[in-house]
């Protein structure tokens, strides 16, 4: 074959002017944040105190498109490197012997390694302007905390990051990084704020989850008022940001001359799924063509396949307004799967939409099959994926192989959010056949 048809590339000029918003085009309206205290939509200048004017002004914008500033798409340029590559996976092809054609999008190519890089540059860039000093974080794998120390390091705005427990101690190297960009990383749950010293109460070797961390970022914020919270998933405007992904990729299906049928992402908010399919399922939702959305996630966090459909704090701390979402629960205890980015008990909003409506398919994988799809992947590709993306790599494979069973030459196409290289402990893990597969046998009742 052509060696032209194995990859995809654009210019600089052709990184996105506009990011994509699809609240205009959802079959309903996104219900509003509540405010836990009243019961009724959160008032804006309550956020306000927790996050960027701006960002939030984007979270319930209507506009289909909103432009890139000229800083932030420069940043993605220079600093991000994108436009990021698309790949077609042809050895994995072969391997697998399928009529299937599989792509990737490859957003391990920017410098913290993920596609969440994407989103950090802009909450930055829209907290300086504002006069913020500082922005807190949480952090599960380190991915989100890397990558908004290393957007902090470009702007010059103070970074502190919360990282759950089980990853500090899992994935050490992930701090050096983000210590690196000059940032202050605190094991979550800690002993600097009232909300973690109560989790280390009942269990001093707590492994932390996305939703502890979160509580502590934001009893940080409210004591400090020249510092803001930053979130690296679930929000509309998070999902909002990351769709530079999928426009990019349109245009470089469009080069391929492919349309894919079945695209696919992992899940942990929803950010990098949504970032990469949404401008898709917009034109499908449009009038456009059609196509099969996957949305993968683990079980052992099972929100997606499992959960139920209501209101529910985005914390497990309860300082967060609570959104409708599909949730096991704020205080369901994520077992300590080496996925850290997917260890969280919702989905943004918007997908628990699009998920209702048929939509989007949620699928969910025990981590044993996970590695080992992504060890399949490193042979045969080169790439040692993260355990989220190789969430996505299993759905992958699974539905080429369904293709070989049924004859049919579809496109699958997947996003590959983030390289593993600083995961190798999980890799070992797998290797030496420790992997334990947690199966929740029942989830907590929600609160009303
Ligand atoms: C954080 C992360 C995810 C999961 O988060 P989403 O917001 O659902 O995208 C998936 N893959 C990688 C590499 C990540 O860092």
Do not use: C
Request: charged residues 25%.
């Amino acid at each position: 074959m052509a060696l032209a048809g194995l990859r995809f590339d654009l210019s600089p000029e052709e990184v996105p002017t506009s990011w994509y918003n699809i609240l205009p085009d959802l079959p309903e309206q996104v219900p509003p944040p509540l405010d836990p205290e009243t019961g009724e939509p959160v008032s804006p200048e309550k956020l306000a105190r927790i996050f960027s004017v701006e960002l939030l002004k984007q979270e319930v914008s209507t506009e289909r498109y909103i432009e890139i500033p000229a800083s932030v798409r420069e940043a993605l340029v220079k600093y991000a490197r994108r436009p990021t590559p698309l790949f077609r996976a042809r050895k994995l092809e072969e391997y697998l012997g399928t009529p299937a054609e599989i792509y990737f999008k490859y957003e391990g190519i920017t410098p913290t390694g993920s596609h969440k890089i994407n989103t950090a540059l802009a909450q930055v860039y829209y907290n300086k302007l504002e006069g913020v000093e500082r922005l807190v974080t949480e952090t599960g794998a380190g991915q989100w905390g890397s990558a908004l120390a290393a957007a902090g390091a470009y702007y010059g705005v103070k970074v502190r990051v919360y990282m759950t427990r089980s990853s500090y101690i899992q994935k050490p190297y992930r701090r050096t990084l983000m210590e690196l960009f000059g940032a202050e990383v605190y094991p979550s749950p800690s002993d600097k704020t009232s909300v973690g010293r109560r989790f280390l109460e009942e269990d001093p070797e707590h492994p932390g989850s996305l939703g502890i961390a979160i509580s502590e970022a934001i009893e940080d914020v409210l004591s400090d008022e020249k510092a803001k919270y930053s979130l690296g998933s679930v929000l509309n405007h998070v999902l909002l940001h990351q769709t530079v992904i999928g426009l990019e990729a349109e245009k470089q299906f469009n080069e391929a001359g492919v349309y894919p049928d079945v695209f696919i992402g992992s899940v942990g908010g929803g950010s990098n799924f949504a970032g990469f399919t949404y401008p898709f399922i917009g034109r499908m939702l449009r009038g456009g063509e059609k196509a099969r959305f996957i949305a993968v996630e683990p079980r052992a966090s099972p929100s997606m396949t499992r959960g139920s459909y209501t209101y529910d704090y985005a914390d497990s701390g309860r300082l967060t307004p609570m959104l409708k979402m599909h949730t096991v629960g704020h205080q369901y205890r994520v077992p300590p799967i080496h996925a850290g980015g997917l260890r969280y008990h919702g989905v943004a909003p918007t997908l628990s939409i699009l998920l209702n409506h048929g939509i989007v398919e949620p699928v969910a994988y025990h981590q044993t099959e996970v590695f080992q799809a992504a060890h399949i992947f490193a042979k045969t590709e080169g790439i040692v994926v993260a355990p989220e993306t190789a969430h996505a790599v299993k759905a992958a494979i699974d539905e080429a192989l369904r293709a070989k069973e049924e004859g049919r030459r579809i496109v699958i196409a997947f996003n590959l959010s983030g390289h593993g290289l600083l995961d190798l402990q999980g890799y070992r893990d797998y290797l030496d056949g420790r992997l334990e597969d947690y199966e929740p046998s029942s989830l907590p009742v929600q609160e009303s």
